[in-house]
């Protein structure tokens, strides 16, 4: 379907649904979760385990085939943490799993498909116990990491920097520059000098930005009819 034929208020009454689901069912399960959070089809968002942090003005996105998983499994059941911060974007199925430590800075932006982890899991000669060692991952602020790709345990990401589609980051990489490959390697170099516009501006007044959303859904769906939008659930047509 091209086109959005809900009346109005039926998208803003489930508008509504969606922040209730989120404030209800994920917010407990964050030991804080910033103002303003977008988790768009939450029932497909994932979040597990204890000391799981996300900032404001957070937008989180799940989908039925491509499910966001946070998620923390430490040696007991109080240690380990994920800490996330403010204006992220995390895309449809994007899983982060700690052992230790995560922390992920602002701005920073999580294409579809990322897997971001601290931990192999399993010692190599006895596989039925984890490694003791501690490799926390530390991604910056601004980083963009790209589709598919795969953030491995004790790496650190510097700030601005970009993780290429598909690209598998074993090694620490530096503030400013883009990486690709398998291992990941720099393939070019940023201009610390030029300024990079963020989420955090896009997101100066969240407030402000939600009243501007709320008109612009007002006037495109106003003269949408309710038994028109029934009919598309049924038997939609080109038009649609």
């Known amino acids: 379907m091209r086109q959005d034929r809900r009346p109005y208020w039926v998208k803003k009454n489930y508008l509504r649904f969606r922040s209730c689901y989120t404030q209800q069912f994920l917010k407990p399960a964050c030991d804080y979760l910033g103002d303003y959070p977008t988790f768009m089809k939450p029932w497909y968002i994932s979040i597990s385990g204890p000391n799981i942090e996300i900032g404001r003005c957070a937008t989180v996105i799940g989908e039925p085939e491509n499910r966001v998983k946070i998620g923390v499994w430490g040696s007991d059941e109080k240690s380990g943490r994920i800490k996330i911060g403010d204006y992220v974007l995390i ?8 052992a230790n430590e995560i922390l992920i800075g602002d701005n920073v932006m999580i294409a579809n498909g990322v897997y971001i982890t601290d931990s192999d899991w399993h010692d190599l000669y006895d596989r039925s116990s984890r490694s003791e060692a501690v490799t926390p991952v530390h991604i ?9 790709c795969t953030i491995l345990k004790g790496v650190t990401i510097g700030e601005n920097s970009v993780v290429a589609a598909c690209a598998v980051v074993s090694k620490d990489v530096p503030a400013n520059v883009i990486v690709a490959g398998n291992p990941a390697v720099i393939v070019k170099e940023l201009d610390p000098a030029r300024p990079i516009k963020t989420r955090a501006d896009y997101f100066s007044n969240p407030a402000q930005l939600e009243t501007f959303f709320d008109g612009v859904d007002k006037m495109v769906l106003s003269k949408n009819g309710f038994f028109n939008w029934l009919r598309t659930l049924v038997m939609p047509n080109a038009r649609d």
């Open 91 to 98: 895309s449809p199925g994007t899983r982060i799993s700690a």
């Open 140 to 148: 910056a602020n601004n980083v963009w990491l790209g589709d598919r």
